[in-house]
């Protein structure tokens, strides 16, 4: 069983920065994956990014490339995202989630098998 918490969230001008923390407990192997997803209002649950729990690779969106980065810290068990140069479209709850299954990586929601309850990201132009 893992069990996935966030934080970190809240409000932020247009331009500027946010880190969110996925801190993870239970036990957590190499070859786990742990993405941030985002939801906004109306629309699908849709994949930001995901690390290898080892760190070995991570994998982005092409909306959020360049602007954020996940990095993991296996010693405090979390995983974070660091948005910058965030956008009114980046506004979403944001959770994270573990992919449990040996394998490659996915972008899909159905290969998760725990998620957070998320954390509200809002940004204002």
């Known amino acids: 069983q893992v069990q996935l918490v966030e934080s970190g969230g809240g409000s932020v001008q247009a331009g500027g920065s946010l880190r969110l923390s996925c801190a993870a407990s239970?036990?957590?192997?190499?070859?786990?994956?742990v993405a941030w997803f985002r939801q906004a209002p109306g629309k699908e649950r849709e994949f930001v990014g995901t690390?290898?729990?080892?760190?070995?690779?991570?994998y982005y969106a092409d909306s959020v490339k360049g602007r954020f980065t996940i990095s993991r810290d296996t010693a405090e068990k979390t995983v974070t995202l660091q948005m910058n140069m965030l956008k009114p479209e980046d506004t979403a709850v944001y959770y994270c989630?573990?992919?449990?299954?040996?394998?490659?990586?996915?972008?899909?929601?159905?290969?998760?098998?725990?998620w957070g309850q998320g954390t509200q990201v809002t940004v204002s132009s």
């Open positions: 690390i290898n729990w080892s760190g070995y690779s991570s």
């Open positions: 239970g036990r957590m192997l190499g070859y786990y994956y």
């Open positions: 989630a573990c992919d449990t299954d040996y394998g490659a990586w996915s972008r899909s929601v159905h290969d998760y098998d725990y």
